[in-house]
């Protein structure tokens, strides 16, 4: 039973509820507690041990029900595993009842047992097969035929050909019943192999999914990932909220607040047993933003711009700007409207035309340079092609001056840097950090490492 | 007589909590028992009202144990929740034994031997009797065991629960000027909390986490019969069926089950049998705390009426 519930911890993990050793080790108490009588209890003594929130509760209720959802025939399979000294190679021998009789005796034991329809005996069978075939260790979708065809195989499918081509001459009804049945058969067990996908694959293919996703340049999705990719951009914006929307209150032990520490100690002459630090607020980032949303960077924009906005409780203050051939605050877009909506707005009030630097820096000094202050970074995202136009790298050097820091991501690798139109080494003068930016994980490091730099 | 022992079976759990008066579903049944068998604390998160203290008075009214209570707000810290020195006794006994001191030090002859004999008396003033223990000391040193009750955790700051994490996974508290606090009895730990806040993972790792959420009927109408005794079984299903439709209206606070019964009391009060829309459009501010509820809710009440009557027909 323990490697039962093994195989449920990993189900559980693929079903997307975190599991450390520890909440299993707990789980493996509580059931030991509860016993396997009940399954309704064994379902709360499960949910009360793993699960740590509402999601993860209804998460695993769906997989302790997809799990234990053939409950006579695990029953059954257990009997029989026991029965057959744990061997479950060799197909463990039913004693027909008699109706298959008597010339059904020269077949193989799956032919027989096929003919005999007796379910649990069928079920019992499948499950061997299945443990045969370690079908829990099966992980992506394409290997479904695989472990399809190794059942089959351990269940005798090849001794079933020959009964069957036997038959085929010698009694043409049998052979018949014989067919159906092995199509029957094939059905049950490509079902049982998708439940197991369903149960055990689940967390290998998200990974993988993940993994590829978040290594993708963000440049070129294709359309169907794009939204996948908003999903992970949330819960990135998720991950770096926990992070960082800790209480910025500290106290600050070496600084002690005379005032305060006289006033609690007044009770006892002023002998001071309690002490009182001075706290210092911690600052919360103040973030503006510019983006180039010309041709190639415009879908980086995109998922910068949804990250940045999903940041409320980290970050006290956005604004965002968004720029090709001249620049627009689009906070408010972004703010008040679906990402789809605010991207596809954004685009029609910028438009994809070719980016010119020097003019959009330009804009944004005349119009929006009060929004930089000593307390803000200034990031922004763009790959520095400034087709051959003026960079005015001088109002950059005075937005630099201005902010606290000055972060510019580039989508482009850095070889790519300095080359053709590429003005980015001289940018590059007044920015205190520059970092690559393509993909979703640098994404991610790009934007934590702006929010932790308030710490 | 059966205080120590965890109870025998998740039905022994269920009417021992009965027997307080609190009717547990299976869950919180075993929650319980789960938590006395392998000793964890229970985190109980749920909507207002729905009985999450409740079932911690309970359960220490069934045990026969204390309940020590630890009620959670922003800014609690370590001096009121675990323990604080009785500075005000100190100094009073270092003002009434200065004489004293000067007795022991009279015939010291170099100030090195004055600090010296002084070491020996060292650790007087910081001992167990200047300690002044606050809710979770207190629940450590009960000899008999009893229920310490974290209520609404999610007020607290993040630096509480740290504090917590000690206490809830080895039950003991460390006090640097006198070791560590093992529990004389393993306490029955129950936190509560209204997710306000999220908490911490290693927080929820250390606890059973319980979700209790509004009752089925039939538990609720037992729950009525249980706290409102002398009430009209039609009565207490019809109310408890208005209830539940008035749950599944938009409203700003759903009415939990300290309003259903707060309300069944009123109706037993004011003497009626059955439920009629005159009466409940009257009574309608014990069960909703907000003027915008009552106003949504109130063209419906005829139809609910109505609805729960036909309930107590066939129901």
Known sequence: MREEMHRFFRAARGAGVRLSPAESIDAMNAVAAVGFADRGVLRDALLLTLAKSEDEKRALEDCFDLFFSQPEVKQAAELEHEAAGGDADAPPSESPPGAAGGPSSMLGELAQLLLSRDRNAIAAAMTGAARAASLSDIRYFTQRGIFATRMLDALGIERLHDDLDALATTNPAQAERLAAALQALRENVREVVSQALLLYGREESENLRHEMLRNAPLARLERRQVEQMQALIRSIARRLRERYSKPRKQKRRGHLDIRRTLRRNAAWGGVPFLTSWKRRRRDRPKIVALCDVSGSVAQVSDFFL????????????????????????????????????????????????????????LDFEKGFIEAVTPRTTVIVLGDARTNNLDPRADILRRISERSKRLVWLNPEGRLAWGWGDSEMPRYAAFCSVVRQCATAR?????????????? | MNTHLPAASIEAVTSGLASAGYIASRQIATAVYLAERIGKPILVEGPAGVGKTELAKALATWRGLKMIRMQCYEGLDEAKALYEWKYA??????????????????????????????????????????????????????????????????????EFESLLLEILSDYQISIPELGTVVAVVKPVVILTSNGERDLSDALKRRCLHLHIGFPEQKLEERIVESRVPGIAQTLSQQLVSFIHQVR????????????????????????????????????????????ADIETTLPQVTTFVAKAGRQGVFG
């Open chain 1, 306 to 361: 949804l990250l940045i906005h999903s940041l409320h409780e980290v970050v006290d203050d956005v604004r965002s700007f968004a720029f090709s051939g001249h620049l627009v605050e689009v906070s408010d877009v972004l703010d008040n409207q679906s990402p789809e909506q605010a991207m596809r707005e954004i685009t029609s009030k910028v438009g994809f035309g070719s980016s010119d630097y020097g003019s959009s820096l």
């Open chain 1, 442 to 455: 640098q994404l991610e490091r790009a934007v934590s490492d702006i929010v932790g730099a308030y710490r």
């Open chain 2, 89 to 158: 006794k100190q100094l009073l006994y270092t003002q009434i034994l200065k004489d004293k001191l000067g007795e022991v030090l009279g015939d010291a002859e170099t100030l090195a031997a004055a600090l010296d004999r002084l070491h020996d008396f060292g650790d007087v003033f910081f001992s167990k009797e200047f300690v002044e223990p606050r809710p979770l000391l207190q629940a450590l040193e009960q000899p008999g065991g009893c229920v310490l009750l974290v209520d609404e955790i999610d007020k607290s700051d993040a």
């Open chain 2, 248 to 291: 599944t209206l938009d409203l700003k606070k759903l009415p939990s089950v300290s309003e259903t019964i707060d309300w069944a009391r009123v109706l037993v009060l004011l003497q009626s049998n059955e439920l009629d829309h005159e009466t409940v459009k009257d009574t309608l501010n014990v069960l909703l705390k907000y003027e």
